[in-house]
């Protein structure tokens, strides 16, 4: 069995994040590209910037991925990732599903989805348990990761 230009990608997206290697995942999406989770909404270059930030942050962040599908010009994946969240120390077990969308071979579209109360427990502790679910704490937690990302960018060429 042949496998598409699309599952090529996806497969190698997945390969890169489980190597902590966000160079290679830059690599997957297309320049038109626009990623969107409960806590960043990017485009283009942004995306690339954030794997590489990320994978950058701790030695200790562990993926799994499971379920790749690609069908035609969509696909979809479920993953984990085991961390501890940079700014508390605290161990994150995040569980998410991911939904893509291709063009010439690289990934246009990102969607990933994970219950953000569950992540904010876990990552904020007493804060995120009380706070979570509101709108007040998950703005301030997109800002601040915002900031972070933008500093980043800001303070590495490679980001570019």
Same mark, same amino acid.
């Not at 990608?9 to 038109?32: E, I, K, V």
């Given at each position: 069995?042949?496998?598409?230009?699309?599952?090529?990608?996806?497969?190698?997206?997945?390969?890169?994040?489980?190597?902590?290697?966000?160079?290679?995942?830059?690599?997957?999406?297309?320049?038109?590209?626009?990623f969107?989770d409960?806590?960043?909404?990017?485009?283009?270059?942004?995306?690339?910037?954030?794997? =590489?930030?990320?994978?950058?942050? #701790?030695?200790? %962040?562990?993926?799994?991925s499971?379920? &790749? $599908?690609?069908?035609?010009?969509?696909?979809?994946?479920?993953?984990?990732?085991?961390?501890?969240?940079?700014?508390?120390?605290?161990?994150?077990?995040?569980?998410?599903?991911?939904?893509?969308?291709?063009?010439?071979?690289?990934?246009?579209?990102?969607?990933?989805?994970?219950?953000?109360?569950?992540?904010? =427990?876990?990552?904020l502790?007493? #804060?995120?348990? %009380?706070?979570?679910?509101?709108?007040? &704490? $998950?703005?301030?937690?997109?800002?601040?990761?915002?900031?972070a990302?933008?500093?980043?960018?800001?303070?590495?060429?490679?980001?570019?």
């Amino acid at each position: 069995m042949t496998v598409s230009a699309n599952e090529a990608t996806l497969q190698r997206l997945h390969a890169a994040f489980a190597r902590r290697d966000g160079t290679t995942m830059a690599a997957c999406y297309h320049a038109d590209a626009h990623f969107r989770d409960p806590i960043f909404d990017l485009r283009g270059n942004e995306i690339g910037a954030m794997w =590489r930030m990320l994978c950058s942050r #701790s030695n200790e %962040l562990r993926i799994e991925s499971t379920g &790749l $599908q690609v069908d035609g010009d969509s696909g979809r994946a479920d993953w984990q990732a085991w961390y501890p969240f940079s700014m508390t120390g605290r161990k994150v077990h995040n569980i998410v599903h991911s939904d893509y969308r291709f063009r010439d071979g690289l990934i246009v579209e990102q969607f990933d989805a994970f219950p953000f109360w569950r992540w904010s =427990r876990q990552a904020l502790g007493t #804060s995120g348990l %009380l706070l979570g679910w509101t709108p007040l &704490l $998950q703005n301030k937690v997109r800002a601040s990761a915002n900031k972070a990302l933008h500093h980043y960018i800001s303070s590495s060429p490679a980001s570019h």
